[in-house]
Nanobody, 126 residues
């Protein structure tokens, strides 16, 4: 699975940004998509994930502010980011996982994702 992010940029605190991820080239059957981010000086962390049965899982730090969605063909993944905070400043990565692991209420660790995009920068100013 090849994933490419777009839509990063700058926003003021309280504002919104929308990230997109184009997924293609799957010969692996069903896969799952999600988003990670790496804040300055921090390790990469899971932000959102959509399970094989469509359940959406979010990191506690973004619950209620970010919304993840995908089309039925799993070729486009969207991360709508609202009520942005300066601490959301990070490089955001679209990620793919095959096979899909049975997460219930958490985004898995980065080593459980096989496919990574190059990332798109999001900067939120106060």
């Amino acid at each position: 699975v090849h994933v490419v992010e777009s839509g990063g940029g700058s926003a003021q605190a309280g504002g919104s940004l929308r990230l997109s991820c184009a997924a293609s080239g799957s010969t692996y059957g069903e896969y799952c998509l999600g988003w990670f981010r790496q804040r300055p000086g921090k390790e990469r962390e899971g932000v959102a994930h959509i399970t094989a049965n469509g359940k959406k899982i979010y990191a506690d730090s973004v619950k209620g502010r970010f919304t993840v969605s995908e089309d039925s063909a799993k070729t486009t993944l969207i991360l709508q980011m609202d009520s942005l905070k300066p601490e959301d400043t990070a490089m955001y990565y679209c990620v793919g996982q095959w096979p899909c692991l049975p997460y219930t209420d958490y985004v898995g660790p980065e080593d459980e994702y096989n496919f990574w995009g190059r990332g798109t920068q999001v900067t939120v100013s106060s």
